[in-house]
């Protein structure tokens, strides 16, 4: 089975340009939930998204957005950025509901994209 | 809302040396899953081990196992046989149940050095 993948994997945008970014779970997941890294702030919950709507979403200001497609690829989308924003932007890829075959949901983690601006 | 913290930010140890991450949360919430991730320079993410916080047997993954400790808070691993291969950036992490919320709450991190 395919892991997470995430395009593109390394990105350099300047200040004020908006960015979107992929992630492609594993096939058969349903929730895609998004991190992103930074040294100083650690690895922080942006939003996840399930069967195509947002079923949860951290403290991120309204320029960080993100979809979900039927087929359980997502996008994230930043507008306007900032310098800021440069982060390791990591989505994560899970069944997303109880499964009785299954003993955890796990949460599996793609490559990240290392975004930079300039 | 949840915290989950980890005190040693850098730690390193001989190889085959048994070794243990320290961490510690907060929470109100009584169902909960707490997790052992580790990531390598490759950045890859990657699920060492998990403890459901209805179980009072630790968990254990081969050479990885945890102290749970409910009352305290606290959700230590102790990696034994330690390999150059376990050279990484460990985050403990939390997540409340029941399914449907996917957030994972993860502590700053310990980046552990296996020294040859």
């Known amino acids: 089975k395919a892991g997470v993948t995430q395009t593109p994997r390394y990105l350099i945008k300047t200040r004020g340009q908006q960015v979107t970014l992929s992630c492609s779970p594993i096939s058969g997941h349903r929730s895609v939930s998004w991190y992103q890294q930074t040294p100083g702030q650690g690895l922080q919950f942006l939003f996840e998204y399930f069967s195509e709507t947002q079923r949860n979403k951290g403290n991120f200001p309204g320029r960080f957005s993100g979809r979900q497609f039927s087929n359980s690829r997502s996008e994230m989308n930043v507008s306007t950025l900032e310098l800021g924003d440069s982060a390791l932007y990591l989505c994560?890829?899970?069944?997303?509901?109880?499964?009785?075959?299954?003993?955890?949901?796990?949460?599996?983690f793609g490559p990240g994209t290392r975004l930079t601006v300039l | 809302a949840q915290t989950v913290t980890q005190s040693q930010p850098e730690m390193s140890v001989q190889e085959a040396e048994t070794v243990t991450l320290s961490c510690t949360y907060d929470t109100s919430e009584s169902n909960y899953y707490l997790f052992w991730y580790k990531q390598p320079p490759s950045r890859q993410m990657i699920l060492v081990i998990r403890?459901?916080?209805?179980?009072?047997q630790n968990a254990t993954e081969n050479r990885f196992s945890v102290n749970f400790q409910k009352a305290a808070k606290s959700f230590s691993l102790k990696i034994s046989d330690s390999q150059l291969g376990d050279t990484a950036m460990y985050f403990c992490?939390?997540?409340?149940?029941?399914?449907?919320?996917?957030?994972?709450?993860f502590g700053t991190g310990t980046r552990l050095t296996i020294i040859p």
């Open positions: 992490a939390f997540m409340k149940l029941p399914f449907g919320n996917e957030k994972l709450t």
């Open positions: 994560a890829s899970s069944l997303g509901f109880f499964d009785s075959s299954a003993s955890y949901n796990e949460q599996f």
């Open positions: 403890q459901e916080a209805y179980k009072q």
